[in-house]
């Protein structure tokens, strides 16, 4: 049985104030012809279709329109919904989707649907996980509400109640977050933490085909893994390659994994140098995080910029004044009330030493008085 396991579509993503979906499009143009030149028999789609909960008609066009090419391949799909989707959004029509080899395991969170299928090595169980958080198990398991304190009791008592035949191959498909693995700034991950897992949890599965982290890799065994992914959702992820995860399952106990690369439509770029020196560049249509590192930029910076860089997204300056490594402590406040010379200490703090000028001092003077003015008068 041979899977395509991708993940993390986020279908309707916005970059920096800049819409992927032409970059979307394209990708899954390339998921689809990988699925076809592979002969895959199945695509696994774990968790994050879209973006938003509420996906945008644009992007629910897109979506339907990749699954009804899936459908008129004859690859099945299998679908779980993650922490961005909505369930039963994602779950729409799947009863007439289901006729079409498209299975959708959307609703009813803490439950595993199980598929079986069969190949020429003999059966096999495809089980679908939606994403799921303490309180869903809670309340689909009472009788053990007081047991579930954290993500990765949640998930221990879903696959406990839902044992596997070990004497046959079993595949999971789904969307939690496992300690140890990398993170990257485009996902969404519970605050403090907690939401982690540990890989033990998997120990009944033969392939486990994860999505929320959005760096492809594995975690614990080779078997257990992150397909990432297809294109690079932030800055973060300018170094990391984007793939589809192509597994076979064999006979029980063995498994081949390849990772065929996505090109995308755009590359990413993040370019630091002074407005003169990019503007250098041979023009690009990559996504562009410029770092200008002028001490005085123009204020048609990104204007100049974007004659070279048309799709730039993000502009950053980071000269003298804009050190990430200073702190200003406040353990021992000032004694002295002469405000003028306050600020000009600030001032020299902020610019490498150099005093405020004649005129700066004037301005600065003047604020001052019209503040003591202002305090007086109340
Ligand atoms: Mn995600």
């Not at 007439?96 to 079986?116: F, M």
Request: overall charge negative.
């Amino acid at each position: 049985m041979r899977f395509l396991h991708i993940a993390d579509l986020h279908i309707g993503k916005v970059l920096h104030r800049h819409s992927l979906l032409p970059d979307q499009k394209y990708i899954l143009q390339q998921i689809l012809q990988i699925a076809k030149e592979q002969k895959a028999d199945a695509v696994l789609i774990a968790g994050d279709v879209y973006q938003r909960n509420s996906p945008s008609p644009e992007a629910m066009t897109l979506f339907s329109n990749f699954l009804t090419e899936l459908a008129s391949l004859s690859c099945p799909c299998y679908i779980i919904s993650g922490n961005h989707d909505s369930p039963e959004r994602i779950a729409y029509l799947s009863p007439l989707a289901e006729q079409s080899g498209i299975h959708i395991a959307g609703i009813n969170a803490g439950t595993v649907y199980t598929y079986p299928v069969k190949d020429i090595y003999g059966e096999l169980n495809i089980h679908l996980l939606s994403y799921c958080t303490p309180a869903h198990v809670r309340q689909k398991y009472p009788e053990y509400a007081d047991q579930i304190r954290s993500y990765e009791d949640a998930v221990r008592i879903v696959l406990r109640e839902h044992p596997v035949d070990n004497s046959v191959r079993n595949v999971l498909v789904c969307h939690q977050f496992l300690t140890g693995a990398q993170t990257c700034d485009s996902e969404e991950l519970a605050i403090g933490g907690l939401d982690n897992i540990s890989a033990s949890l998997f120990h009944d599965y033969d392939y486990v085909a994860l999505g929320h982290l959005h760096g492809r890799q594995f975690v614990s065994r080779e078997t257990i893994r992150y397909a990432g992914s297809p294109l690079k959702y932030s800055f973060s992820e300018l170094t990391q390659k984007k793939t589809v995860t192509l597994v076979d399952c064999c006979e029980k106990g063995h498994i081949e994994i390849n990772e065929i690369p996505l090109l995308p439509m755009h590359g990413m770029q993040e370019l630091t140098g002074t407005l003169s020196g990019l503007l250098q560049h041979d023009k690009t249509e990559d996504y562009i995080h410029a770092l200008l590192t002028d001490e005085e930029p123009p204020a048609d910076a990104v204007r100049q910029l974007r004659t070279v860089f048309p799709n730039l997204l993000q502009t950053t300056v980071r000269n003298s004044k804009i050190r990430e490594d200073r702190t200003v402590t406040t353990d021992t406040l000032p004694e002295q009330t002469d405000f003028l010379k306050l600020f000009s200490e600030f001032y020299a703090f902020q610019n490498n030493g150099a005093e405020p000028n004649g005129r700066q001092k004037q301005i600065i003077s003047a604020l001052l008085e019209q503040i003591d003015r202002e305090v007086i008068s109340e």
